[in-house]
């Protein structure tokens, strides 16, 4: 080893422990390499086994999860997933958590949260189509909440939108749990064709190694690193590990690979993401099964003087890696030119299995590519339920409201469940001209341009349900989805997730974890829906206070037809509403206790995969044979909270009558699983019951769509709240609360 | 009629035009590229939207001293059809095709959401067949529409009959709640004295197809198919006597003064 590492500071426990490094793992370190690693190897090293790279507390569990399905062609372990939706085409998606440096910088942190997993996507040679954003803000009157919210919002809107791909949808929400720590998924979709799909998969000893895009500079150094630690007071002075995004930039690099990609001169290829140059060299030479040399001296460079270890480590964004054939350097270099994109040989793939790292003359690192990226070290964390997990489940007291529709009222003018427009008006969701349904309904729907068919797409998590119960919100999370792309007629071909939890080595975190993750599994396996990308966050607490466990599932459905498909409101007047499913009376966890009284207790609703299943194909059916004008979901607020949503599409009021049914009084709010609201033609009212009991569903014709306002006769009382007054309360909900 | 989309390193609206023009419209249709110095015999040329160069200076002040914008220029100047949409207007406005210029939104945000708007000319060639004081709906997504000019200006456009579609309400009427970028008079789109330049913020090749469940996109590129397919060929473009070579590269181009 040369003599740079005389300029390098020396390594010792105490320099691996500042990087994030235990001894046990410096000691595993040492005995691969043989010798003492270079301060440049152990930054290399620390990146690859964080656990943002290397999934090493949460790798035992993620097994349990199932990844094939009659649609799957690339489960994890790629840039994203990749399930067969007919028609030639295949979709290719993934989502991502940008936790940590959203909340020390959101604009920057959300923005380049969407570079991100835009990457991943079109580093698989698709074409990415529409994103969804999964956000957990804390309460809006928490320190700089206001801050963060119009930063997130900003830069999410400030990169997609200009990049041209549509937001469709997603989720936001609010609890305390993420005052100090809020959570901003980022998914994205794209499309490609069957046969011209792209891996990250080294391979050809002689291929050179291009880097092409923007400059690597010291931005996002340790972003890795610092997406595996908690934050603490000290977490302003990481402001410098947040990256800086370059949407225009994201946008060439776009145009100028897929361009690259039709050549068939790029025979690997990969974005630097998390951990930059490090991860992408060292993933795509593990993945083959090569080795690589790389001459740091040609890599571009926004500023002199960065050390080797600096250039591994940058997270500089808008940067690629492609392995090329060799001899088609230049051809592949003129594409990247004309889009004005910089471009640089900066290496070759070799067969010798090791990352040789060269700079100034000199070898800076020389290293095991294989036991480092596909045996980096694994963690069976201990795991133990929290102390008062009885006191969190027992039963709680169910306060009646003494005013149903005060309580209705209250509850649509609360942030969580009012309405969204506020955040999604700001976002781009029509570009491309794919949006059938964007965002606001249960599902956005997208067009497959040339066919008939159509996907949809939902995002879907209840972390207070996962904080009492992380198995049942686990499942809850996958049936949700389910329900939400049945009610636009789709079925589910696979889901992504983003696990968001706090610190591993807290047993009941790990015990949180697990639970989840065997809900999850649980669901997709009874539900039919492999798991095909991801991506866990851990470590998300400050000064030793954990978010609630947050699960975060987006699923993608393929609808065979569009021409059938119903709103998620109601559309015209004289239809007649069908409750779908049977209330039990379920109240933990619910908005109502929450947001009402301040009780955040019991256990969730049980979720009833068979009656999930049913529900969902009952659904299906109904959306196929055009049965159904109307089809919307029931979940936080009940009964309802959905029937007012519906109603608020066009200002269309409803007369309901729940006496039949026997709802009344809290249960007008309980939260029941397996549920949905349907609206159809008189003379379709008769198929749609006889349809619903062939398929096993409980079903009661409760009402008909009319009127100026949703009129609820239940429990012996009656009352009416003009939709128009509903709808002011609801629309202004965020704003108000926002001050603006 | 042959259509060409020109395309900006940062056009991202480039292929729903392309797509209007040769799937729906069933047209011939070609991309321009920015550094084309022709308009390979385009009939028609639409700026699409999206970021051109990025405007992460004023938007479209780049793309205004493009070498593509002049041979628009010429185009133009031989009373060839020009549509600017979104930032293609802005495109417009930045190259002194169109007067007036663009402020950030009144609510300092991207706005995106469908805005309902009056017809105020029918007699131009992207809007025959449609009636003044008809009411379209259709989608805007920008954060740059605020049309601005002098008093005098204006005057002078209103006077002239260049405002070519107002931001109403839904029943046609000017109201502030609807004019969500805060556009002076409620300007939403322009066009030229000859009328064969028309500049707009909103999309209509977002509202083009039923599956996308609204189609009142569709009569303003089919009426410029259809005034194509009626009139008189032009006559070859005039080459400039000494085409102005444009500085290839952005940041050069950026050194420019604006030329407003």
Redesign the interface.
């Known amino acids: 080893m040369a003599s740079v590492r005389g300029a390098e500071p020396a390594v010792t426990e105490e320099v691996a422990r500042a990087q994030g490094l235990t001894a046990e793992e410096l000691d595993r370190l040492r005995s691969l390499l043989g010798r003492d690693p270079s301060y440049t190897e152990l930054g290399i090293t620390a990146a690859l086994w964080s656990e943002h790279c290397s999934y090493k507390s949460s790798k035992v569990y993620l097994r349990e999860l199932p990844t094939s399905g009659p649609h799957v062609l690339q489960g994890p372990g790629e840039n994203a997933g990749v399930v067969d939706v007919g028609h030639g085409w295949v979709a290719v998606f993934k989502m991502e958590s940008h936790n940590h440096p959203s909340f020390i910088e959101p604009y920057q942190g959300a923005a380049t949260g969407v570079g991100g997993i835009l990457r991943d996507i079109f580093t698989m040679g698709a074409r990415p189509i529409a994103c969804l954003d999964s956000l957990r803000f804390g309460e809006i009157d928490a320190p700089r909440m206001r801050f963060l919210i119009d930063g997130v919002v ?1 830069g999410i ?2 990169y997609g ?4 791909i549509p937001t469709v949808g997603g989720e936001t929400g609010f609890h305390r749990c993420y005052d100090g720590n809020i959570l901003v998924n980022a998914f994205a979709l794209g499309i490609a064709r069957r046969d011209h799909i792209f891996k990250a998969r080294a391979s050809g000893a002689g291929n050179p190694i291009l880097y092409a895009g923007s400059r690597t500079g010291r931005d996002g150094i340790h972003g890795a690193t610092m997406a595996s630690e908690s934050f603490d007071a000290e977490s302003e002075a990481k402001r410098p590990t947040v990256q800086v995004g ?4 994201e ?2 690099l776009l ?1 100028a690979c897929l361009e690259a990609m039709r050549g068939g001169a790029i025979v690997a290829i990969q974005d630097m993401g998390a951990a930059g140059l490090t991860s992408s060299t060292f993933e795509m030479a593990g993945r083959g099964g090569t080795g690589m040399v790389l001459d740091l001296d040609r890599v571009p460079l926004r500023e002199p003087g960065l050390s080797p270890y600096e250039m591994m480590l940058s997270e500089s964004q808008e940067r690629m890696v492609l392995v090329v054939r060799r001899g088609h350097e230049e051809e592949v270099a003129r594409t990247f030119r004309r ?2 994109l910089e471009v640089a040989t900066i290496g070759e793939v070799t067969a010798t299995g090791r990352a040789e790292l060269r700079w100034h003359g000199e070898t800076v690192a020389d290293m095991p590519i294989a036991p480092l990226t596909e045996e980096a070290p694994v963690y069976r964390r201990p795991a133990a339920p929290p102390a008062d997990l009885a006191a969190r489940q027992a039963p709680p007291e169910v306060p009646q409201p003494a005013d149903p529709r005060a309580a209705l009222e209250r509850l649509l003018s609360t942030p969580e469940l009012g309405s969204k427009d506020w955040i ?10 794919s ?2 349904v964007g965002p606001g309904g249960d599902a956005a729907v997208l ?1 497959l ?1 040339g066919t008939a068919a159509g996907l949809a797409l939902t995002s879907d998590v209840n972390p207070v349900y996962c904080a009492l119960d992380p198995r049942t919100g686990g499942a809850q999370a996958v049936a949700e989805a389910v329900r939400n792309l049945a009610c636009a007629g789709a079925e589910p071909v696979g889901l992504t997730d983003c696990l968001n939890f706090g610190n591993p080595e807290n047993p009941e975190i790990a015990w949180q974890f697990r639970e989840a993750v065997r809900g999850m599994a649980a669901a997709c396996r009874a539900l039919g829906v492999p798991v095909v990308s991801g991506n866990v966050s851990f470590y998300n607490e400050t000064e030793g206070r954990s978010i609630h466990p947050t699960p975060t599932v987006a699923m993608v459905g393929l609808i065979p037809s ?1 021409a059938g498909l119903p709103a998620a409101h109601f559309t015209a007047p004289g239809e007649r509403i069908v409750l779908l499913g049977r209330d039990r009376g379920e109240h933990g966890g619910s908005a109502y206790l929450r947001l009402l009284h301040g009780i955040e207790q019991g256990r969730p609703p049980a979720v009833d995969l068979e009656a999930e299943l049913r529900l969902a194909r009952l659904l299906r059916r109904l959306v196929g044979r055009s049965l159904i004008a109307t089809a919307h979901d029931l979940a936080e607020g009940g009964l309802a909270v959905a029937l007012a949503e519906a109603c608020f599409g066009r200002g269309l009021g409803a007369e309901v009558d729940l006496e039949g049914a026997g709802l009344a009084g809290a249960d007008l709010f309980s939260e029941t699983q397996a549920r949905a609201l349907v609206a159809c033609r008189p003379e379709a009212v008769e198929t749609v019951l006889r349809e619903a009991e062939e398929a096993g569903v409980p079903a009661a014709e409760i009402g008909a769509v009319g009127g100026a306002a949703l009129a609820v006769r239940s429990g012996g009382e009656a009352w009416a709240a003009p939709v128009g007054a509903l709808r002011e309360l609801w629309a202004g909900a965020l704003p108000r609360a926002l001050g603006l | 009629m042959k259509c060409g989309v020109v395309v900006f390193p940062g056009s991202n609206c480039d292929h729903d035009v392309y797509h209007v023009w040769k799937h729906v419209l069933q047209q011939e249709a070609t991309f321009l590229w920015h550094q084309d110095e022709t308009l390979k015999d385009c009939d028609l040329v639409v700026l699409p939207g999206g970021f051109a160069y990025g405007d992460y200076l004023r938007a479209g002040a780049l793309a205004a001293l493009s070498p593509v914008m002049a041979a628009v220029k010429r185009h133009a100047a031989a009373g060839g059809l020009v549509l600017g949409i979104c930032n293609g207007f802005q495109v417009l406005l930045e190259a002194g095709l169109l007067p007036g210029a663009m402020r950030r939104n009144a609510s300092l945000r991207f706005e995106c959401r469908d805005v309902w708007l009056r017809v105020e000319r029918d007699d131009l060639p992207f809007t025959r067949g449609l009636r003044a004081g008809q009411l379209l709906r259709m989608p805007i997504a920008h954060a740059e529409g605020n049309y601005e000019d002098s008093p005098e200006r204006l005057d002078a456009l209103e006077a002239a009959r260049l405002v070519a579609f107002r931001y109403t309400s839904p029943a046609g009427e000017l109201d502030p709640a609807w004019n969500f970028n805060g556009a002076a008079r409620a300007i939403a789109g322009i066009c030229n004295p000859p009328g064969n330049v028309l500049g707009l913020m909103p999309h209509p090749e977002r509202c083009a197809e039923e599956v996308l469940g609204n189609i009142d996109g569709l009569a303003i590129l089919a009426a410029a198919a259809e005034s194509l397919r009626s009139r008189p060929p032009l006559p070859p473009p005039r080459e400039a006597a000494a085409p102005a070579r444009l500085p290839a590269t952005t940041a050069a181009a950026a050194a420019l003064p604006a030329g407003r």
Do not use: A
């Not at chain 1, 939108?161 to 041209?164: A, F, H, M, Q």
């Not at chain 1, 370059?246 to 930039?249: E, K, M, Q, S």
């Not at chain 1, 999604?424 to 001209?433: A, F, G, K, L, N």
């Open positions: 900003r809107g400030g939108n200009c990049v041209g370059d949407p225009f930039t946008k060439v145009e889009w004005g999604w008006h700001q976002y781009d969701y029509s570009v491309r001209t949006t059938v067009r341009k569009l």
